[in-house]
């Protein structure tokens, strides 16, 4: 009997000792895309698919915003999928802007920004942690991590030479590094099949080899 007993606290030690994996699977329809990817927490969380809104780029083009937000009691990430009406330049400058802009408005002095590669695309990386001065009015406390990243899923390389894409993906986020590092790993938008690359297309993209899960820690 003390045998038995012994073997099943063991084994109960056992288990408690073997890390579990918490990864929640979020798969859905977003607009005209596809967006999957995963949670790995435990606490919980409300993923959001707000309306549509519209707009005019600069240069005249017109786009469809279609805005995810994955909200929880203390973190919030704010997915936004972007399509043109038509292809625009879609170099790793431009997403390396686009996150800089993000960090910068949301309180950054001086961003680090990482080139990766998302999704199996080129893309860019920024952070920043919170300093006593830029705390504002209490929302966040010293040290605290905010994470920025952009890409565009049907990046490619045209006939003329250009890099263009029609749908450009970024998100902003205050979850701690492990949770957003994993969401940025497993993340996939799949775009509208028309403008999918034709199998005859070459995929090329800029030389980056580096994936978002490389570094355990951004600092």
Not at 24 to 30: R, S, Y
Not at 46 to 68: K, M
Not at 128 to 154: I, K, M
């Amino acid at each position: 009997m003390a045998r038995v007993i012994r073997e099943q606290f063991l084994l109960l030690l056992v288990l408690c000792l073997v890390p579990q994996a918490f990864a929640a699977h979020e798969a859905g329809p977003v607009g005209p895309y596809n967006l999957s990817f995963d949670m790995n927490t435990t606490m919980d969380y409300t993923v959001i698919v707000e309306p549509s809104s519209s707009g005019q780029t600069p240069l005249g083009i017109d786009f469809v915003r279609y805005n995810v937000t994955v909200d929880s009691d203390d973190y919030a990430a704010w997915l936004i999928l972007t399509r043109f009406e038509e292809p625009i330049v879609a170099n790793i400058s431009d997403s390396e802007y686009m996150v800089y802009g993000a960090l910068i408005n949301s309180g950054a002095d001086r961003p680090n920004l990482y080139p990766v590669l998302i999704d199996g695309q080129p893309a860019v990386v920024g952070n920043f942690r919170f300093e006593r001065q830029f705390l504002g009015q209490g929302r966040y406390q010293e040290g605290d991590l905010v994470v920025a990243a952009a890409y565009f899923p049907d990046g490619r390389q045209y006939g003329d030479g250009s890099y263009r894409g029609r749908n450009h993906f970024r998100i902003i986020s205050t979850y701690p590094w492990e949770i957003i590092r994993d969401l940025l790993y497993t993340l996939h938008v799949e775009v509208p099949a028309e403008d999918r690359a034709p199998m005859s297309q070459s995929l090329s993209a800029p030389d980056i080899d580096k994936p978002i899960n490389d570094s355990s820690e951004i600092n």
